[in-house]
């Protein structure tokens, strides 16, 4: 049998130019490597501008970012922080690093967002705060949401990871909650390797999130000359990124717009080419969630089951195509049974995460590559392999 062999990784970091003349600056001109330095302070800049936030952190990953978050917010332990079970592990482990329960609730099967009719029912006295999950770059229905919080005086931190530039009624996601976690690991839209930023929007958090960063120290205002001498004044840690890792980061930021414009021209081929398998109600293409401008951060698509996915998922993988799946469930994984626990049955989250898979999707990928990808698929669904039924 003859088909054609793709090399069709699923995901590529990628430069875009600027990267080491950045770098390079950072070094020989700057002389400044150690973090919060002349290009960490360039990207927090640039966040709070594009974004509208009212202060930007780097941190040095998107998990960082959310550790900060935890400890900035007072998190205790026997504290409740209800969250989606269909996320990142790091969702989940910053609050259970201050010994904070992770309280599951089910998504909704149209954006696999946490569903915002679900979280009175899992509010309890011990309920602190919420962290929604804006899956794929598609806004949770964030006014339910802060509703919600407002009433029953709960903190929200977001995690943006996916998010970066995605917006929910014009609003950029991240600056919406109390605090707003992002990504810039290597498999994010924006990306420095190992990076994130956490963005703060409510002003009596921001002097002591800068204190938290830097070890429990106030350095920062001394480094601004408000102080003569810096001492131990909380806890904290180191949560900085070098300042070569933010240079590498400030390229990429600049040219932020038209590489999130070239993954959504992806994610549109992608719709385009599998909308004939969807109308055949052979798969299921991603929903747009209401009042939000996506950021083609990923593209899935949702088989019919589980081994159907595992033959679809082999089938690329022979053509040369790679293809993953994520998350397992928080709520049925050895640690989230140990320190967490479920608000209800997750139906809707033990079934769609037993059927969804992602296609590659990177910014140097061609249309031709989207097309080979689209083509397979289709393949496997009308070429007799897997059979119409
Ligand atoms: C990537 C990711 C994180 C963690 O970010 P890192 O930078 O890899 O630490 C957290 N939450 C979600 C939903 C993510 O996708």
Redesign the pocket.
């Known amino acids: 049998m003859t088909q054609r062999q793709h090399n069709i990784p699923f995901n590529k970091p990628f430069i875009v130019g600027k990267e080491l003349y950045h770098i390079a600056r950072a070094v020989i001109e700057n002389r400044h490597l150690a973090g919060d330095g002349p290009y960490t302070r360039a990207c927090e800049q640039w966040l709070e501008a594009a974004l509208g936030a009212r202060r930007a952190l780097l941190t040095h990953?998107?998990?960082?970012a959310?550790e900060m978050a935890a400890l900035l917010l007072n998190v205790q332990p026997g504290d409740e922080v209800i969250m989606p079970s269909f996320?990142?592990v790091?969702?989940a482990n910053a609050f259970v690093l201050r010994g904070a329960v992770p309280v599951f609730v089910d998504i909704r099967p149209d954006t696999l967002n946490m569903d915002e009719t679900l979280l009175t029912g899992a509010i309890t006295p011990r309920t602190k705060g919420m962290a929604p999950?804006h899956y794929a770059g598609e806004a949770c229905a964030m006014d339910a949401i802060l509703r919600t919080a407002r009433i029953n005086g709960l903190w929200v931190v977001e995690?943006a990871?996916?998010a970066l530039l995605a917006t929910y009624d014009g609003r950029y996601l991240g600056t919406l909650g109390d605090l707003g976690?992002l990504?810039?690991?290597e498999?994010?839209n924006i990306i420095c390797g190992?990076?994130?930023a956490l963005l703060i929007n409510s002003e009596t958090l921001a002097e002591r999130a800068e204190i938290i960063r830097e070890k429990g120290t106030d350095r920062k205002k001394f480094a601004r000359g408000e102080i003569d001498k810096y001492t131990w004044v909380d806890i904290g840690s180191s949560f900085l990124p070098g300042d070569m890792v933010a240079a590498f980061l400030y390229a990429q930021l600049e040219q932020a717009h038209a590489i999130i414009q070239a993954r959504c021209k992806l994610l549109a081929r992608y719709d385009e080419l599998l909308t004939p398998l969807e109308t055949e109600g052979l798969i299921r293409l991603p929903r747009r969630s209401e009042n939000s401008v996506c950021n083609g951060h990923l593209y899935y698509i949702l088989t019919r089951s589980p081994d159907e996915r595992s033959r679809l998922i082999r089938f690329l993988k022979d053509r040369g195509i790679m293809a993953v799946f994520h998350y397992v469930p928080l709520h049925s994984s050895p640690a989230g049974l140990r320190y967490g626990r479920c608000a209800g049955d997750l139906t809707v989250t033990e079934d769609l995460s037993g059927r969804l898979l992602r296609l590659p999707l990177f910014f140097e990928m061609s249309d031709d590559d989207v097309r080979a990808v689209a083509t397979s698929v289709t393949e496997f669904y009308l070429g007799g392999t897997a059979g119409r039924r």
């Open positions: 990953s998107g998990t960082a959310l996320t990142f790091s969702t999950v995690d990871a996916h976690c990504s810039f690991h498999t994010k190992e990076g994130g």
